[in-house]
């Protein structure tokens, strides 16, 4: 079939760009196009699964209840999965919940990063790692 579109003069590749790779030439034959790998069109994105959002939103809904978080935003990226918390609606986080999956092995996958980028306490396990931020929580009553 494509030897017939480029026996009449149509040029294949062309009429491929033209109409959105949809496999025909201008005249409805049929050309020869390699299979598109599904690896490639679906990267992998780290996320939260259910058992780590349970305790992450327990302390958020604790924290807000106390006055002190109002916001927060959730980003799954390609080597991290972030949970920020904002005081107010600002631009820069008051503190991110990381998870980074190539850790496992290292220092762990999770970890709590304060608002200048210091890292607060990493770990292998997230109800260990959140810890740092209910000290927050708890004050001396006058």
Same mark, same amino acid.
């Given at each position: ?11 294949? +590749?062309?009429?491929? =760009?033209?109409?959105? &790779? @949809?496999? !025909? ?6 050309? /020869? ?32 209840? +106390?006055?002190?978080? =109002?916001?927060?935003? &959730? @980003?799954? !990226? ?6 920020? /918390? ?43 790692? !959140? ?12």
């Amino acid at each position: 079939m494509q030897e017939a579109c480029r026996a009449r003069g149509h040029f294949v +590749a062309f009429s491929r =760009r033209l109409i959105g &790779m @949809a496999g !025909l030439c201008q005249h409805g034959h049929m050309t /020869v196009q390699p299979p598109i790998p599904l690896t490639a069109a679906l990267p992998e994105r780290v996320a939260f699964n259910r058992a780590e959002l349970g305790p992450i939103l327990q302390l958020y809904g604790r924290m807000v209840a +106390a006055g002190e978080w =109002r916001d927060y935003a &959730m @980003a799954f !990226l390609h080597e991290v999965a972030v949970f920020s /918390v904002y005081r107010r609606a600002s631009e820069n986080p008051l503190y991110r919940i990381e998870k980074r999956p190539r850790l496992r092995a290292r220092q762990g996958q999770f970890a709590v990063i304060g608002a200048e980028g210091q890292v607060l306490r990493r770990g292998h396990d997230l109800v260990t790692v !959140l810890r740092v931020l209910e000290r927050k929580l708890i004050r001396a009553v006058n």
